[in-house]
């Protein structure tokens, strides 16, 4: 990696553990606050969807940015990685959110709570051993090349 791809290249952990703190809690009490947890379904799965598209719009992560960092209450943990592949999982939990919000309005409530519960789990997977399934999807459809170019890591470039 360059300078230029290191300065580019940078994840702080702590945020994205903030996140999934966020949606792991959220998704939760939305699924214990039935019906009415349906908007708290639909809120967590636009807060992913906007934070996905434009970062200053990921309020969860902005909470550990704007207020943990700067008291001390958790500091900066950062790596130097491609963020891809985490707004690539943040992309697919969206998505599973916002059909969990359709499948509930629609009275689906089996599916609608199932797809909530799968974010929650491996939200929770990712916060507790930091393994993201969402980032393991991206870099194996990356490897056979069947992400967009647009997305697609360098290492597509590189071959």
């Known amino acids: 990696m360059t300078a230029d791809t290191e300065t ?3 994840v702080d952990r702590n945020t994205l553990r903030t996140n999934q703190a966020f949606i792991v809690g959220l998704t939760i009490i939305a699924f214990v606050s039935q019906p009415a947890g349906v908007w708290l379904v ?3 799965g636009l807060v992913m969807a906007l934070g996905t598209v ?3 719009l990921a309020l969860f992560m902005q909470v550990h940015r ?3 960092k700067p008291a001390g209450i958790l500091g900066p943990k ?3 990685e491609d963020p891809m592949p985490h707004r690539f999982a943040q992309a697919v939990g969206a998505t599973f959110l916002l059909a969990a919000t359709i499948a509930l309005l629609a009275d689906a409530t089996a599916l609608g709570w199932t797809l909530n519960l799968i974010v929650t789990a ?3 997977i990712n916060l507790t051993v930091q393994f993201c399934v969402g980032c393991f999807m991206y870099l194996q459809l990356d490897r056979i090349g069947l992400l ?3 997305i697609a890591s360098d290492r597509a470039l590189e071959a």
């Open 66 to 68: 704007r207020l943990l």
């Open 42 to 44: 639909l809120f967590t």
């Open 122 to 124: 491996l939200a929770f």
């Open 78 to 80: 950062v790596h130097v």
């Open 54 to 56: 434009w970062e200053p």
């Open 148 to 150: 967009p170019h647009s």
């Open 8 to 10: 580019q290249y940078r």
